[in-house]
């Protein structure tokens, strides 16, 4: 199971891009990279997942480069409920032992 | 919408006493998990199992059990609560790895 690192904080500014970058140096190759978004007393929802290149739906992108030991989620045009914690998780099909980081605890201010 | 389920939502108890939170989801998944997490800090897997009668502790150590006696079904006991457990315990299931891990509300546990 690949460990990942995040920033532990980051500050935008409403109807900006937020880029958060999360390093996985370990990665191994049947791993997926999974991010999650989590508000206060909630339990994480998931919000993308990707293999390589990039990956989009209708709330975020997210890019892994071709040695995939990073990965970066992209939020376009942010609002003030996008404050939140943001993980990411590098794991196998198998997931079988899914271990979260720190997360990015995201603050988006008016 | 991803239905799983934990009850209760909020729990206060004394010192000593036997808890069982539960949880249950209806999505008919193998795999299921469950965190602890305290306000502000990481999320902690204490327990997972990957289908019935199979449970396998996670990385974090805990004074609590869990069991899988049926597929939608995994309640976690405390025998006997002390207040270090106080703690908002987070049940999630999946079905492999693709498509992440479906989370419940928690239960925000409180032992006085």
């Known amino acids: 199971l690949a460990k990942t690192t995040q920033p532990i904080s980051m500050d935008s500014y409403e109807g900006q891009e937020v880029n958060i970058t999360c390093s996985h140096n370990?990665?191994?190759?049947?791993?997926?990279i999974t991010w999650y978004q989590q508000f206060p007393s909630q339990g994480p929802r998931f919000i993308i997942q990707g293999y390589k290149t990039k990956v989009t739906n209708e709330v975020a992108s997210l890019f892994i480069p071709a040695d995939r030991k990073s990965s970066t989620l992209s939020l376009p045009r942010v609002s003030l409920s996008d404050t939140a914690v943001y993980y990411c998780l590098a794991a196998d099909n198998a997931g079988n032992m899914l271990t979260f980081g720190g997360g990015t605890r995201l603050m988006v201010k008016p | 919408e991803a239905d799983i389920y934990q009850t209760p939502r909020y729990l206060v108890i004394g010192t000593g006493k036997k808890i069982t939170l539960e949880c249950s989801q209806t999505m008919g998944h193998d795999k299921m998990y469950w965190y602890q997490q305290d306000p502000g800090m990481e999320l902690h897997l204490i327990h997972y199992s990957y289908g019935v009668n199979s449970t396998e502790k996670g990385d974090l150590s805990s004074e609590s059990t869990v069991s899988r006696i049926r597929t939608e079904h995994f309640p976690l006991t405390l025998e006997s609560a002390r207040p270090s457990h106080t703690s908002q315990y987070l049940c999630?299931?999946?079905?492999?790895?693709?498509?992440?891990?479906?989370f419940g509300s928690g239960t925000q546990l409180s032992v006085l």
């Open positions: 999630a299931s999946s079905e492999g790895w693709l498509g992440g891990l479906f």
């Open positions: 370990n990665i191994a190759t049947n791993d997926y």
